[in-house]
């Protein structure tokens, strides 16, 4: 000891070389035991004595207190969490919205704060990386509420390098305190709840003078229970037969810091059957009492930053409470996250131009998101591909609809996944398809611009050489696979496919929400618009009439080829009227009639 040799060296040094590598090991396995009178009896009896009900904690690595670096393990193991139940949690999606997006939501809020790490190497900068990031990637009501109760657990671990059992349920208690604040209207048998009790589990086991590994397990467990009792406190959830989704996904955070903690495994997803039809309800349900909550049938969801004295915020937040609900404005120092479910999108901007100034404001239609989610849902289950033989390059494509999914099948794709506008899928189900592709080499088509980050995650998660070809939508996807060589490799694939789809111009027609106004004229609510990359080209009351009218833009006499994909709302009348019409004013030009059968767009079209 006097040297610096270690402890262990010292009790050791009569043992034979064999002897004190054994007991080395062991001793960085289990503490040193007590019994026995010479160093290596007293080794060997207590391995006998201790190793059972020792070996399963200490194997574990089970840790009393927890620093920066193990915050950022949290942080990443979260993120992956959620990624991989991002499915499940968006299955269980029925309050406030049934749109399904609950998962994808926090899994885009945690992408958001591993980005801000970066750079941040102690416990101040960690936290703060951890609010920032929460802050300003905070998607949905879920991501939101989520971001809160992350700034709530930071600002109180942000002053010591390191923290214990009872730090952590104080700042449990102070992650809860905040969320309740930052929603308007909190509803109980929502995440709000289960950050609660589980906050007050976690202070209970700490005021015994139980350890970190201990007071996470008991807010593990009251979490558990308080999620499985959600039903109870809000009767939607209970109609559909489900646990509500972003009380879900937070007992994954506290899954993954017992992992952290202690090395107790995070749970799998489990396959969840899709929850029952709720029913509608008047735009005040927001104020959900125990006995009867239902679901807000608000038309939008509006989302800001607002830059904004704090002393205003008040002020705000009584503007918004006269013109929808699912309220949330999380923030401070002057720049807040503002999240509203409304019918007047006009009036919950103006609210913000009142108090300061918004900026990077996104709409969401929600009665249009709510509807893909169930046609992807209940969509019947895709028809299994041809038996494949082993090729050197597959493709993998993101697609809705069993007729484009007929067609991508029949144009060489292997693997499909179910995906759209407002159901993106998650990393893990386009690694999945990745990985049941009979390929080494595998090309994969988001056919969605929300998709392609997600798709692009895919490469650094798998063994097999892929590539990601940016395509925006259905038609470009069509126009690549026709320079798909499935016994080239990967690259010339790449290379020649990505140019095939430059080439194609798309158009789509779909329905007007709202009234409004556009390049091509007023737009009133229930009118067909007709869309290219450009935004909107053409407005009618009639669908052939707007198909028409998107095509005059599109085609040109210098084109040869016009595929239609036929959607839901399409009709054999509006076909035979976008025929002719072609047919009459682009008579070069000759006409290909595909059923597709996606939801929301009577029509897509690619013009070559």
């Not at 390191?162 to 992650?175: N, P, S």
């Not at 700490?206 to 008991?218: I, S």
């Amino acid at each position: 000891m006097r040297f610096g040799a270690p402890f262990t060296r010292a009790r050791t040094r009569w043992m034979l070389g064999f002897q004190r590598r054994f007991v080395r090991r062991w001793e960085w396995l289990i503490d040193m035991p007590n019994e026995g009178c010479l160093p290596h009896t007293s080794q060997t009896a207590g391995m006998a004595s201790k190793l059972a009900a020792r070996v399963s904690i200490a194997l574990m690595g089970t840790v009393e207190r927890l620093d920066a670096r193990g915050l950022r393990e949290v942080v990443l193991g979260y993120r992956d969490a959620l990624r991989a139940h991002q499915e499940q949690l968006n299955r269980l999606n029925v309050y406030p919205v049934p749109d399904g997006d609950t998962g994808t939501n926090m899994a885009l809020t945690l992408e958001s704060v591993v980005g801000e790490l970066d750079g941040a190497d102690d416990m101040g900068t960690t936290c703060k990386a951890i609010s920032h990031g929460s802050l300003m990637g905070a998607r949905g009501n879920s991501g939101v509420i989520l971001s809160q109760v992350l700034r709530g657990l930071t600002d109180a671990l942000k002053a010591s390098d390191t923290f214990d059992g009872a730090a952590f349920a104080e700042a449990l208690r102070q992650a809860s305190d905040a969320a309740y604040q930052a929603v308007m209207r909190p509803v109980e048998g929502t995440i709000l709840t289960v950050v609660r009790e589980s906050a007050t589990a976690a202070g209970a086991a700490a005021a015994n003078d139980q350890g970190l590994a201990e007071v996470l397990e008991a807010a593990r467990a009251a979490g558990e229970e308080s999620l499985a009792r959600t039903p109870e406190l809000l009767p939607v959830l209970a109609e559909a037969g489900v646990v509500d989704a972003g009380a879900a996904g937070y007992v994954l955070l506290l899954d993954v810091l017992m992992h952290v903690a202690a090395g107790r495994p995070v749970p799998e997803p489990e396959p969840v059957a899709a929850p029952a039809a709720v029913r509608p309800a008047p735009s005040s349900s927001a104020h959900v009492e125990p006995d009867g909550a239902t679901v807000s049938d608000l038309r939008y969801e509006v989302m800001y930053f607002l830059e904004a004295p704090d002393e205003t915020i008040p002020a705000f937040r009584n503007v918004w409470a006269g013109i929808g609900d699912s309220i949330v404005v999380v923030g401070g120092d002057n720049l807040w996250n503002c999240h509203i479910h409304t019918d007047d999108i006009g009036a919950a901007v103006e609210a913000a131009l009142d108090a300061g100034r918004p900026r990077n404001i996104r709409v969401t239609d929600l009665a249009e998101q709510v509807e893909e989610e169930r046609w992807v849902r209940e969509a019947p289950p895709d028809e299994p591909a041809p038996p494949a033989e082993p090729v050197p390059t597959a493709v993998v494509a993101v697609a809705t609809g069993e007729g484009i999914r007929r067609i991508f099948h029949s144009l060489g794709v292997q693997q499909i996944v179910a995906g759209g506008q407002s159901m993106n899928p998650s990393t893990q189900q386009i690694l999945e398809a990745v990985d049941a592709a009979p390929a080494d080499q595998v090309v994969v088509l988001p056919n969605n611009k929300n998709i392609i980050p997600v798709a692009e995650q895919v490469d650094a998660l798998t063994t097999k050489q892929i590539r990601v070809l940016r395509t925006t939508g259905i038609a470009e996807g069509f126009a690549a696979l026709m320079e798909y060589d499935p016994q080239s490799d990967v690259e010339e694939n790449a290379a020649s496919m990505a140019e095939a789809a430059a080439r194609v111009q798309s158009g789509e027609v779909t329905r007007a929400v709202r009234d409004a106004t556009s390049p091509a004229g007023p737009v009133a609510e229930g009118d067909y618009i007709g869309l290219t990359s450009n935004g909107i080209v053409a407005v009618a009351p009639d669908l052939g009439e707007a198909a028409c009218a998107l095509l005059e833009h599109l085609v040109t006499d210098e084109h040869e080829i016009v595929t239609a994909i036929e959607g839901d709302g399409a009709s054999p009348a509006d076909t035979r009227h976008i025929t002719e019409w072609v047919a009459e004013h682009r008579p070069e030009a000759s006409v290909e009639v595909h059923h597709g059968g996606q939801p929301l767009y009577p029509y897509l079209f690619s013009v070559e």
